[in-house]
Nanobody, 117 residues
Framework: QVQLVESGGGLVQPGGSLRLSCAASGSISGINAMGWSRQAPGKQRELVARISSGGSTNYADSVKVRFTISRDNAKNTVYLQMNSLKPEDTAVYYC???????????WGQGTQVTVSS
């Protein structure tokens, strides 16, 4: 069984920062891309950031300057550093990992990020 365990979500004021972490564990031969998506109430889920096994990154335009994705391949862990947070960043953030051996995507359980005064 493969599990993705997320941490780091919470309540933060506008302009503040949070760092999300997601560790993949279980029986898995390797992981290609990892990343984060988010979904706000009443809105469609959107891709926030993605990072390949080689370290190349992609960001949504709305977060490109403010967010930084990184990973530790030895730990099978992906991070999302979120700076200059805005109320519109409020959402449930989901970690994902693409296994190297099979098709499909593993998903974390989601962690709530709330940006409010």
């Amino acid at each position: 069984q493969v599990q993705l365990v997320e941490s780091g979500g919470g309540l933060v004021q506008p302009g503040g920062s949070l760092r999300l972490s997601c560790a993949a564990s279980g029986s898995i031969s390797g992981i290609n891309a990892m990343g984060w998506s988010r979904q706000a109430p009443g809105k469609q889920r959107e891709l926030v950031a993605r990072i390949s096994s080689g370290g190349s990154t992609n960001y949504a335009d709305s977060v490109k300057v403010r967010f930084t994705i990184s990973r530790d391949n030895a730990k099978n862990t992906v991070y999302l550093q979120m700076n200059s947070l805005k109320p519109e960043d409020t959402a449930v953030y989901y970690c994902f990992a693409v296994p190297a051996a099979t098709k499909g995507v593993y998903w974390g359980q989601g962690t709530q990020v709330t940006v409010s005064s």
